[in-house]
C-alpha cells in the first residue's frame, strides 16, 4: 500500500484537470440554434415558405401561416439527405423533394400549432396556423 | 469482499494500482495535444474553437483515458483463460468502436463517424482480445465492428434530441462498464504474477495518436451532407 499517497494525489488532480476544462469546454459551447419566427410572406392567395438547414435542423424552425389558403413550402439546396423527405402528420403531407424546383404544396384547414419534420424526426420544426 | 480487495489495490502496487495514474497521464496528453492542434492547425479563436469543437473533444479525451487504463492492465497480465479473454476483447472492442464512433458522428456524419469507430473499436478489441488467443481476437473485431456502427448511428439519431445529454449519459455508462472490467480482470487474474513490466510512454503515444487523429477528423476531415 505504499502507493497510496500517490494516487489520492493523482486523483486529486484529475478531479481539478477535469473540473476546469469541463467547466471551459461547456461554458464556452454556443447553443443550437433556435429559431427566427414568421417566415412565411403571403403572395395573394399562396403562402410561400423556403426552409433551410443550419446546425443539422430545419431554419427557420418555426413558421406562422393562414389557415385556410394554400402553402408552398420549397427546401433549398442546403437542405440534403432524409432531410428532403419532409412530412406534416397532422396535414397528411409526407413528400420527397429531390431538388428546390419540386415544391411541397397543402392547405392548412385547422388552426393551432403542429410539428413538421424529416421522415426520420430527427430534424423538426413547428408549423402555427393562424 | 472481491470489490474491496480491488479497491485497496487501486493504491497496491499490482498493476491496478497504476491505472488511476494512467488515468490521470492520458488526460493529460488529451489537454496537452489539444492545444498543439489548435495552435498548429486552427488558431483562429480559442473560445470559437471551443464553443465549436469543445465539448466533443473533451468527452473523446476522457474515454480515451478509460480505454488506456483498459489496455494497460490487459497488457500486464499478457496472456488470460479463453472466457476472460473473450470478455475483454468483446468489452473494450465494444466500447473503444462507440465512443469514438459517437463523437466524431456528432461532428461529422454517421459515414465517417462509423468507419472511425469501427476503425478504433476492432484496433483495441483485436490488440487486447489477443491475450486469448484467436477467440479473444474475433470477440473484439465483431465487437469493436458493432460498436463503431452503433456509436456514429446513435449520436446521428440524436442530433436534434438532446445529444449533449445523450454525450455524457452514454460515457457514463461506458466508465461503469470499462471500471467493471478492470475489476472483473483483477479477479480473475489476482491469484497470477505480473507477466509485463512497462513505463507509462506507451500509454502517452496511443492517446497523442488517438487525439491526434480523432481532432484532425473532427476540426478538418469529411463530412457527410448533413455537416458541410
Avoid at chain 2, 62 to 79: D, T
Avoid at chain 2, 152 to 166: P, Y
Avoid at chain 2, 173 to 196: C, D, H, P, W
Wanted: charge should be positive.
Amino acid at each position: 500500500m505504499k502507493n497510496k499517497s500517490g494516487n489520492t494525489k493523482a486523483l486529486f488532480w484529475i478531479f481539478v484537470i477535469l473540473i476546469i476544462s469541463g467547466w471551459f469546454v461547456f461554458s464556452s459551447a454556443d447553443g443550437r440554434a433556435k429559431n427566427i419566427p414568421d417566415s412565411s410572406r403571403s403572395l395573394g392567395e399562396l403562402q410561400k415558405i423556403t426552409l433551410s438547414t443550419q446546425n443539422y435542423n430545419y431554419y427557420p424552425n418555426i413558421i406562422k401561416v393562414k389557415s385556410n389558403q394554400p402553402v408552398e413550402i420549397t427546401l433549398d439546396e442546403s437542405v440534403r439527405g432524409c432531410l428532403r423527405a419532409f412530412t406534416i402528420k397532422d396535414f397528411g403531407v409526407s413528400q420527397v423533394s429531390s431538388n428546390p424546383s419540386e415544391k411541397i404544396t397543402f392547405t392548412p384547414t385547422k388552426k393551432g400549432t403542429f410539428k413538421f419534420a424529416c421522415s426520420m424526426g430527427m430534424a423538426y420544426g413547428t408549423i402555427i396556423v393562424e | 469482499m472481491a470489490w474491496k480487495e480491488f479497491k485497496n489495490e487501486l493504491n497496491g502496487n499490482r498493476v491496478e494500482g497504476e491505472l488511476i495514474k494512467t488515468f490521470l497521464y492520458s488526460i493529460i496528453i488529451s489537454l496537452l495535444s489539444f492545444f498543439t492542434f489548435y495552435f498548429v492547425v486552427d488558431g483562429n479563436g480559442l473560445y470559437e474553437f471551443l464553443g465549436k469543437y469543445g465539448q466533443s473533444i473533451f468527452l473523446t479525451a476522457i474515454s480515451y483515458g478509460l480505454i488506456v487504463c483498459s489496455i494497460r492492465q490487459v497488457r500486464a497480465y499478457k496472456e488470460m483463460p479463453c472466457m476472460s479473454g473473450m470478455m475483454v476483447g468483446m468489452t473494450t472492442g465494444m466500447i473503444a468502436g462507440f465512443l469514438p464512433g459517437f463523437y466524431v458522428a456528432t461532428n461529422n456524419g454517421m459515414f465517417i463517424g462509423s468507419v472511425f469507430g469501427m476503425f478504433i473499436g476492432i484496433g483495441v478489441g483485436i490488440w487486447n482480445g489477443k491475450c486469448s488467443g484467436i477467440m479473444g481476437i474475433m470477440e473484439g473485431i465483431m465487437a469493436g465492428f458493432m460498436g463503431g456502427l452503433m456509436g456514429a448511428m446513435t449520436a446521428f439519431m440524436l442530433i436534434n434530441d438532446h445529444l449533449l445529454a445523450s454525450s455524457i449519459i452514454v460515457l457514463i455508462i461506458s466508465a461503469v462498464i470499462l471500471i467493471g472490467l478492470n475489476f472483473m480482470i483483477y479477479n480473475e487474474m489476482k491469484e497470477t504474477k505480473r507477466q509485463r513490466y512497462e513505463d507509462h510512454f506507451l500509454t502517452i503515444i496511443v492517446t497523442f495518436i488517438l487525439m491526434m487523429i480523432t481532432m484532425w477528423l473532427i476540426v478538418v476531415g469529411p463530412r457527410g451532407g448533413l455537416f458541410t
